[in-house]
C-alpha cells in the first residue's frame, strides 16, 4: 500500500472500508439508501453518472412549464450537472463505487481537494435534486392524491393540506436567488427547507420527498420575474403518488 502519508488524497483501504460502513450506516439512518437510490433507478450507480431519461415526454408538463423550458432544463441543464460531476470525481479514487447519495451524504468527510469537493457539493447536489425533480412531477389534472399515511403526516406538522401548501410556497418564493424549497422526513416529522444554489438535503441529514426548483432557468421563459405564479401553478404537476413512494420507505 501506498504512504498514505506522501500522498493525503490516497486513502488506505482500511480507512476506505470503515468509511463506506459510516456512510451507509448514516444513509440507513435517514432513510436514504432505500428512497432515493431505491426508487430513482439513476441515483444507485456510481460513476460515470448518467441522465436519466424523464418519465414523460417534454411537453407533458405544459402550459404549467413549457416544453422549451423543459428541454433545456433536462438535456442541457441537468446533463452539464452529470457531465462536470463525472469530471469531478474522475481521478479520485477514493470515491469510487459511491453513488450520488454517498457523496452528497458524505460531503464534509470526503478525503479530495477543496475544488473538488465543492464541484461535488455543486454538481452532484444538481444531479440528485433534478433526478428527485423530474420524478415528483406529471402532467397537470392527473389524478394523485397523498397516501394516507402522508396526508397524517402533514396534517401533524402543518395542520392541513392548504396550510402545508402556503408554508412551501412561501419558502420557495421568498429563497434569496437562486435555490431550492423541499418537503423533507426530518427524524420523526415532515418540514420544509429551503437550500441556495444546489445544496442538497441529503447533505444535511435530511430526506426529501419533494423538491421545487426556484433557479430562474427553472420558469423565466413562462414567467419571467413572476416566481410566486410559478409556485402557485406547480401545485398542478405535483406527483403525490410518487411522494407517498418516497414518504412510505
Ligand atoms: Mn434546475
Known sequence: MQDPTLNPQVVPAVDRRSFLRT??????TVGLASSLTGRLSAETASAPFTLP??????????????????TIH??????????????????????????VVDLLISLDKLQVPADVKTAIRNNGGGHANHTLFWAVMQAPKTSSAPSLELSKAIQASWGSMDEFKAAFSKAAATQFGSGWAWLV???????????ANQDSP????????????????????????????YVSAWWDVVNW?????????
Open 53 to 70: 431519461a424523464l418519465p414523460y415526454a417534454y411537453d407533458a408538463l405544459s402550459p404549467v412549464i413549457d416544453e422549451k423550458t423543459m
Open 23 to 28: 456512510s451507509t450506516a448514516i444513509a440507513a
Open 202 to 229: 441529503i447533505s444535511m441529514g435530511k430526506r426529501p420527498i419533494l423538491g421545487l426548483d426556484v433557479w430562474e432557468h427553472a420558469y423565466y421563459l413562462n414567467y419571467q420575474n413572476r416566481r410566486p405564479d
Open 74 to 99: 433536462h438535456a442541457k441543464h441537468h446533463q452539464g450537472y452529470v457531465d462536470k460531476l463525472n469530471a469531478a470525481v474522475k481521478d479520485q479514487s477514493s470515491l469510487s463505487g459511491m453513488t
Open 185 to 195: 422526513v426530518d427524524g420523526s416529522k415532515l418540514s420544509i427547507v429551503a437550500t
Open 241 to 249: 403518488d410518487e411522494v407517498s413512494k418516497l414518504y412510505s420507505v
